[in-house]
C-alpha cells in the first residue's frame, strides 16, 4: 500500500465458510482524506489470516473490516486512524489485533524487552507505547498503539495482559530467533 493504512471490501472465504466484510465501513474508511487505501495485500497477509477462522467460529454472523498498517506510518497517522475508526466502533465491536512481540531475537533478548513491553502495556501510556522500538518490542508499535487509544476513548478501558509467552518453549533445542506473545484484553479493571 502506498497511503499509511489499507483495507478491502472484499470478503475473505475460511475453512469455517465466507466472512463478510462490512463495506460500508471501509469504504468510509477508505474516504479519509488518503488515510487509507482499498488493497488487494490481504490475499497475503497473515496476521490477519491467521485470525479469520476464529473469527468466523466464534461470531458467524459478524462483519469485519480489515486494517493493515503501513511501517511508514507515523503517530500522527496513527492518530488519524484511530479518529476515523471510532464513528465505526461501537459497543457491538470487537477490536482484535495481530502483533508478535520481541521477534526474531534469541529468548534471552527477547525476555528483555517483553518485560519492557510489559512494563508499558501496564501503565497505558500512549507516549511510552509510541516510544517502543519497532521490532524489537513489537512488529506493529502502531497497532499497539492505535488499539490502546480507541479502548480509552470509545469504553474506557485499559489494557491487561493475561498471558506471555516465548516461542522457545516450545523448541526442545535452544533456538537462535524466537517470537514472543502476549494475550491482551481491554477492559476496566479493579485494582489488583
Same mark, same amino acid.
Given at each position: ?9 472484499? &470478503? ?8 463478510? $466484510? ?13 488515510? #487509507?487505501? =482499498? ?15 476464529? !473469527? ?5 454472523? @459478524?462483519?469485519? $473490516?480489515?486494517? @493493515? /498498517?503501513? /511501517? ?6 496513527? &492518530?488519524?486512524?484511530?479518529? @476515523?475508526?471510532?464513528? /465505526? ?10 502483533? &508478535?512481540?520481541?521477534?526474531? *531475537?534469541?529468548?534471552? =533478548? ?17 507516549? =511510552? ?11 506493529? #508499535? ?7 487509544? *480507541?479502548?480509552?476513548? !470509545?469504553? %474506557?478501558?485499559?489494557?491487561?495482559? !493475561?498471558?506471555? %509467552? ?6 526442545? =533445542?535452544? #533456538? ?6 502476549? #494475550? ?9
Amino acid at each position: 500500500a502506498h497511503a499509511p493504512f489499507a483495507t478491502t471490501v472484499r &470478503d475473505f472465504d475460511t475453512v469455517f465458510g465466507r466472512l463478510a $466484510v462490512d463495506r460500508e465501513a471501509a469504504k468510509r474508511l477508505s474516504t479519509a482524506g488518503g488515510l #487509507v487505501e =482499498e488493497s488487494c495485500l490481504f490475499s497475503r497477509e497473515h496476521g490477519v489470516q491467521a485470525l479469520l477462522p476464529f !473469527i468466523r467460529k466464534a461470531f458467524p454472523g @459478524a462483519s469485519i $473490516v480489515p486494517v @493493515a /498498517i503501513s /511501517i511508514r506510518s507515523t503517530r500522527p497517522d496513527w &492518530d488519524r486512524l484511530a479518529a @476515523a475508526l471510532a464513528p /465505526i466502533v461501537d459497543d457491538e465491536t470487537l477490536v482484535v489485533e495481530s502483533t &508478535d512481540f520481541s521477534p526474531y *531475537l534469541p529468548q534471552h =533478548e527477547a525476555r528483555l524487552f517483553d518485560q519492557q513491553t510489559l512494563n508499558v502495556l501496564a501503565a497505558g501510556d500512549l507516549d =511510552e507505547i509510541a516510544a517502543l522500538r519497532q521490532p524489537d518490542h513489537a512488529d506493529s #508499535v502502531s497497532a499497539l498503539y492505535i488499539q490502546t487509544k *480507541l479502548q480509552r476513548q !470509545i469504553f %474506557d478501558a485499559s489494557p491487561l495482559v !493475561i498471558a506471555n %509467552d516465548n516461542s522457545q518453549s516450545y523448541a526442545a =533445542e535452544p #533456538v537462535a530467533e524466537t517470537t514472543s506473545y502476549m #494475550v491482551v484484553l481491554y477492559g476496566r479493571f479493579e485494582p489488583g
